[in-house]
């Protein structure tokens, strides 16, 4: 197969036109061009905080099980306005931000550029250049086996190149190209700009938050050949807290990136790239989704955003969106954030952290069923962490056994709600982000059926989150509820008209924990686990408020059929039930999946990049692919306005794609490029509710194409390729799972029945 290639004519004049590539722990912006060019580098364990900062902000907290009694009475009450003062004791400071570390500065002589091109399929960028009359080549990777950026360059002649590095971060030391770096201990997001001191620098519980990076060069040159290896390697004590490991010294730090760095040299350029593309192909070769009769060659990307090609760039979209994630989230380093691994502010939109309403869960929508299952797993280091922060938050704040947290978080375990004690209740007081994240435990052992995974991983972490919602949820009339509950972030009108966010038993709630607890019970019956607490969930889970409709007919929002302050907002809360647990099923529940239909006509189109690929997938889900292909060609417009402007948060102004294909709002924001990729999955295979789908919601237009290596719930795998329209055959292999082998598939409402045990395909031709 061709790989599929990314091309732009000229260097980046601006960063967000710079091509990404990373390893998962450290990511780079390539802009290209001779005489003085920059590679803008992070690292994904370089953030402020301090391993023991959510314990500290936790003890400052004045608040607790009284004072949420008062709030739930002041909420049952409708005394909006005594319960949002009284929450907000319950707000700690923000979390933290993830922050830009170094730039590496190449000066060749001037010359001409003949254009980048990045390889989705291998994460190599290339440039060629002219520069005295000799062919230059470029090529810059970050390699996960060497952990180190390489920038290898070979010129037909002579070629000069100076090397540089520095940072915005505090300097503390210098020796040739190895710095060493202090990171800040606290931060702040720039939408609180009465903080005085957005970043903060020192040292705080005995951990001493410091960073070295190391950079070598070789040269090696000919009468008629020049070549040039340049390699970069980082060392940080985050690095040591996030894998548990113990604070290295700074001359250790030092040492270890040398170390990386003078390796990497050694190893050589052929095969420092061998051994890179050798960890990384198979991973982005494991699924592909060709729309069209297009996928590899070299592909500009003006072509991409002038709309001619539609079915080429919902392609690429999906390709993009899994190299991307590869790039930002490999075992061992912090999952993805709201920018995967590449950010160049020192003061980021929302700190780039972890958004835990929606933005974090979109990343990684498209982990399992695109064949990325290991890029999941840093996802669940952080839950594993949180889950021990977490409890702390659930015992002191709420008087509850299991773990919480709320809407953001950050490697250290951030779980206390953030806000300074002004966040509105709307994000700042929502307590089921634990219980949207531990979701994703649940798929990966649904993809992968690994049982071991099931038994340390899922369950334990189900079990605690099942625990806090047990003792989150008070009895009132028959129900058991959630209060204070909200819709991240819709407001809807008192009786009094005013604008208000605090009520009980939101249905995104009551959905999240109605999963956590089926789910919960799933795993200890998979595991043959007699546990106490699977009683307790079996008298809960009755008692839970059934999904309704409104009175105009959609899917309500609230316990309440309460007016919304804004019939079309971004965020879609209550659809969770639809997209991704599953909950509706347009077969199942036809009368539900109606009302979900008549909210997204409610909801309209548009707004910014994360909501346009939420709508695809919910679209998908229902089967609706030709507005979901209507809203893809939306997102996928180009951006024209001010890219260096934070459009307002409520949508009003849309989004589209920047030069290099991000999705901004803007500002930039990964989940929507995230997002992608899973909705155009859900397109053209399903596999909710123990059902394969085939083609379950093909935009009609999209008549041709085919997709590789697409996984299903239940250990399988499936290849399809269609014409005209029509299914001209399937490929199921079950790569794990159930001994007893059974499939059922659909397509197009009939439907049939396999056998197939580990190891085993089939080949289908028709239902």
């Given at each position: 197969m061709t790989d599929l290639l990314l091309s732009w004519p000229h260097p980046a004049a601006e960063w967000t036109e710079a091509m990404p590539i990373g390893n998962g722990r450290l990511g780079a912006m390539v802009f290209g061009g001779a005489g003085r060019t920059r590679i803008q580098v992070n690292d994904a364990t370089v953030w402020s905080g301090t391993p023991n900062g959510p314990a500290s902000a936790l003890k400052d907290i004045d608040a607790g099980p009284d004072q949420l009694a008062e709030v739930r009475e002041a909420v049952f009450a409708k005394d909006f306005r005594r319960a949002e003062d009284l929450l907000m004791a319950f707000e700690g400071p923000y979390s933290q931000e993830f922050l830009p570390y170094v730039d590496l500065w190449l000066t060749l002589p001037e010359g001409t550029s003949h254009g980048r091109t990045l390889n989705l399929d291998n994460g190599v960028a290339t440039e060629r250049l002219t520069i005295g009359g000799h062919d230059v080549e470029r090529t810059t990777w970050v390699s996960r086996p060497a952990q180190a950026l390489c920038v290898a360059l070979t010129s037909s002649g002579p070629l000069d190149v100076e090397v540089d590095v520095s940072t915005r971060l505090r300097e503390v030391s210098r020796d040739g190209l190895d710095l060493g770096i202090e990171i800040p201990i606290d931060g702040a997001p720039r939408h609180e700009p009465q903080v005085e001191e957005p970043l903060r620098y020192g040292t705080a519980d005995g951990y001493d938050p410091f960073a070295a990076v190391a950079v070598r060069v070789s040269r090696t040159r000919t009468r008629t050949r020049t070549q040039v290896l340049i390699t970069l390697a980082s060392s940080t004590s985050a690095y040591d807290a996030w894998i548990g490991d113990r604070q290295h010294t700074r001359d250790e730090h030092r040492r270890r990136a040398a170390v990386l760095a003078e390796q990497a040299i050694k190893t050589g350029t052929a095969e420092l790239r061998r051994a890179h593309e050798a960890d990384l192909r198979p991973l982005l070769s494991a699924s592909s989704l060709r729309i069209g009769d297009r996928r590899g060659g070299t592909h500009d990307v003006a072509e991409l955003l002038s709309g001619t090609d539609e079915q080429l760039t919902a392609t690429v979209l999906f390709q993009y969106g899994r190299y991307l994630l590869a790039g930002a989230s490999r075992p061992g380093a912090p999952p993805a954030n709201l920018q995967g691994i590449w950010n160049d502010d020192l003061r980021p939109a929302w700190s780039s952290n972890y958004t835990v309403n929606i933005n974090t869960q979109m990343n990684y929508w498209a982990a399992e069923t695109t064949g990325l299952g290991e890029c999941h797993l840093p996802l669940f280091e952080l839950l594993g962490k949180l889950a021990v922060?977490?409890?702390?938050?659930?015992?002191?704040?709420?008087?509850?056994?299991?773990?919480?947290?709320?809407?953001?978080?950050?490697?250290?375990?951030?779980?206390?709600?953030?806000?300074?004690?002004?966040?509105?209740?709307?994000?700042?007081?929502w307590q089921l982000g634990g219980a949207w994240l531990v979701q994703h435990t649940w798929e990966h052992w649904d993809f992968t059926r690994d049982r071991t995974f099931l038994e340390v991983t899922t369950w334990p972490l189900l079990r605690g989150c099942a625990e806090f919602c047990l003792d989150w949820l008070i009895e009132k009339d028959g129900f058991l509820e959630t209060c204070p509950s909200t819709s991240p972030e819709n407001l809807f009108l008192s009786e009094a008209g005013t604008k208000e966010s605090l009520?009980?038993?939101?249905?995104?709630?009551?959905?999240?924990?109605?999963?956590?607890?089926?789910?919960?019970?799933?795993?200890?019956?998979?595991?043959?686990?007699?546990?106490?607490?699977?009683?307790?969930?079996?008298?809960?889970?009755?008692?839970?408020?059934?999904?309704?409709?409104?009175?105009?007919?959609?899917?309500?929002?609230?316990?309440?059929?309460?007016?919304?302050?804004?019939?079309?907002?971004?965020?879609?809360?209550?659809?969770?039930?639809?997209?991704?647990?599953?909950?509706?099923?347009?077969?199942?529940?036809?009368?539900?999946?109606?009302?979900?239909?008549?909210?997204?006509?409610?909801?309209?189109?548009g707004a910014m990049g994360w909501s346009w690929a939420w709508k695809i997938a919910l679209r998908a889900r229902l089967?609706?692919?030709?507005?979901?292909?209507?809203?893809?060609?939306?997102?996928?417009?180009?951006?024209?306005?001010?890219?260096?402007?934070?459009?307002?948060?409520?949508?009003?102004?849309?989004?589209?794609?920047?030069?290099?294909?991000?999705?901004?709002?803007?500002?930039?924001?990964?989940?929507?490029?995230?997002?992608?990729?899973?909705?155009?999955?859900?397109?053209?295979?399903?596999?909710?509710?123990?059902?394969?789908?085939?083609?379950?919601?093909?935009?009609?237009?999209?008549?041709?194409?085919?997709?590789?290596?697409?996984?299903?719930?239940?250990?399988?795998?499936?290849?399809l390729e269609w014409r005209e329209g029509e299914l001209v055959y399937a490929v199921l292999r079950r790569l794990s799972g159930d001994p007893a082998g059974v499939v059922r598939v659909r397509f197009r409402g009939r439907e049939t029945e396999l056998r197939l045990r580990a190891g085993e395909s089939t080949v289908l031709k028709g239902l």
């Open positions: 922060t977490g409890a702390d938050v659930a015992r002191e704040l709420y008087g509850a056994r299991g773990w919480v947290t709320h809407h953001n978080t950050d490697p250290w375990g951030w779980a206390l709600p953030a806000g300074m004690g002004h966040g509105n209740p709307s994000w700042a007081l009520a009980y038993s939101v249905t995104m709630d009551v959905a999240l924990i109605r999963a956590v607890f089926e789910r919960c019970l799933a795993a200890a019956d998979a595991l043959d686990v007699h546990d106490p607490l699977c009683a307790e969930i079996a008298l809960a889970l009755p008692r839970l408020r059934p999904l309704a409709v409104t009175e105009g007919g959609w899917l309500q929002e609230w316990a309440e059929d309460f007016p919304e302050d804004d019939p079309a907002h971004r965020h879609m809360s209550q659809m969770v039930a639809l997209y991704p647990l599953g909950q509706i099923d347009a077969v199942a529940t036809p009368d539900l999946a109606e009302a979900a239909r008549v909210l997204l006509e409610r909801r309209g189109p089967g609706d692919g030709e507005t979901a292909r209507k809203l893809l060609g939306e997102a996928s417009q180009p951006f024209t306005g001010d890219r260096h402007r934070d459009a307002p948060v409520d949508g009003s102004e849309w989004g589209g794609l920047l030069p290099n294909l991000f999705s901004t709002h803007p500002p930039f924001q990964i989940d929507g490029t995230y997002g992608f990729p899973a909705g155009l999955a859900e397109l053209v295979l399903q596999s909710q509710n123990d059902v394969v789908t085939l083609l379950p919601a093909l935009p009609a237009e999209w008549a041709n194409g085919e997709a590789r290596g697409l996984r299903c719930r239940g250990g399988l795998a499936v290849d």
